[in-house]
Nanobody, 127 residues
């Protein structure tokens, strides 16, 4: 079955950079839509960024624009969320989510359209 394996995360000082990765395994599809969401304690889950392999389009939440980038890997089933200029408000558990296929651009930020979810990885921004 399809599994998403997340890696990376950790503790970083404000202003620093960090990368989290998500690998899709067990999939029969090669085109997919992937998103990152995050959830901080006591807060609702929020959209961070998304990527579509079909046309390589990306979508970023306002909080991450200019600071976060989804990058490719030599493994087409792996993507990295590179985060820079991190702030304490970025502290959260980050989850990757995948839909096997092409989602409409306007749906990329909706958590309920994704079929598969990773286990989450903790990102803590603190001095």
């Amino acid at each position: 079955q399809v599994q998403l394996v997340e890696s990376g995360g950790g503790l970083v000082q404000p202003g620093g950079s960090l990368s989290v990765s998500c690998t899709v395994s067990g999939a029969t599809f090669t085109d997919y839509s992937m998103a990152w969401f995050r959830q901080a304690p006591g807060k609702e889950r929020e959209f961070v960024s998304a990527f579509r392999t079909s046309d390589r389009s990306t979508n970023y939440a306002g909080s991450g624009k200019g600071r976060f980038t989804i990058s490719r890997d030599s493994n087409k089933m792996t993507r990295h969320l590179q985060m820079g200029s991190l702030k304490p408000d970025d502290t959260a558990t980050y989850y990757c989510a995948v839909y096997g296929g092409r989602l409409a651009y306007g749906s990329l930020s909706s958590s309920n359209v994704y079929t598969y979810w990773g286990q989450g990885t903790q990102v803590t921004v603190s001095s």
